[in-house]
């Protein structure tokens, strides 16, 4: 089975700042990466997803990822963060089938002023 | 958009009822799923369906839970005999065939 990896649990940082959310994944196989987004009281949002091809993904709120064969990761990064990106932010990866989803246990990102 | 609906937002039940959430996925999307989130813990998945059959469920989908798609629109799950664990956020969500999933707002179920 998969597991997915999330070391940070809370990463504050202030408004304009560059930011990366680590994500890690256990699996060799062929593996289909996402990022979802939740905010307070809200169910989770598709961020962005990698299916195949380009390495580089991007989501149209300047957000991006980055799918690492080799480091089994799909780090979350933006370069200039706004205070409306305060979220907690999830890393899923699924197999071949899309049977079943697996969630890393979340990132609270928390934009300050 | 078209959204997963989920019903109602919040449920609070005593401990051994029975509760039934409610989820209307998006119309044209084949494929249905529950997931839950207990407070501060990562998003577990219970079970997908397809085709009227679960193509796969968790060691959390024991037989105190069920799922059904009693007609063209709703996809159910049903926890029979409510314990006080099974407090926690529940996420239905749907998806067309090798896509991402969309969420429903989510049922906060509170068993006291």
């Known amino acids: 089975a998969q597991s997915v990896t999330q070391l940070d649990s809370q990463v504050p940082v202030f408004e304009e700042a560059p930011v990366e959310l680590r994500c890690n994944y256990s699996s060799s196989v062929s593996v289909y990466l996402f990022w979802y987004v939740q905010y307070p009281n809200q169910g989770l949002q598709l961020l962005l997803k990698y299916l195949s091809g380009s390495t580089l993904v991007e989501s149209i709120n300047g957000f991006e990822a980055e799918f690492n064969k080799s480091q089994t990761s799909f780090h979350l990064r933006k370069p200039s963060v706004h205070i409306s990106d305060t979220a907690e932010y999830f890393c899923a990866v699924t197999e071949a089938n899309f049977n079943k989803f697996y969630f890393g246990s979340g990132t609270k990102l928390n934009v300050k002023p | 958009e078209p959204e997963v609906t989920q019903t109602p937002s919040h449920q609070v039940t005593q401990m051994g009822q029975e509760v039934i959430l409610r989820c209307v996925p998006i119309s044209n999307h084949l494929y249905f799923y529950w997931y839950r989130q207990i407070l501060g813990q990562k998003v577990e998945f219970l079970v997908s369906?397809?085709?009227?059959?679960?193509?796969?469920k968790s060691e959390i989908f024991d037989d105190q839970f069920s799922v059904e798609r009693p007609d063209g629109s709703n996809f159910t799950l049903k926890i029979r005999s409510t314990k006080l664990e099974d407090s926690a956020m529940y996420f239905c969500?749907?998806?067309?065939?090798?896509?991402?999933?969309?969420f429903g707002n989510g049922t906060r179920l509170t068993v006291t």
């Open positions: 969500a749907s998806s067309e065939p090798l896509s991402p999933l969309h």
């Open positions: 369906f397809y085709n009227n059959e679960i193509s796969e």
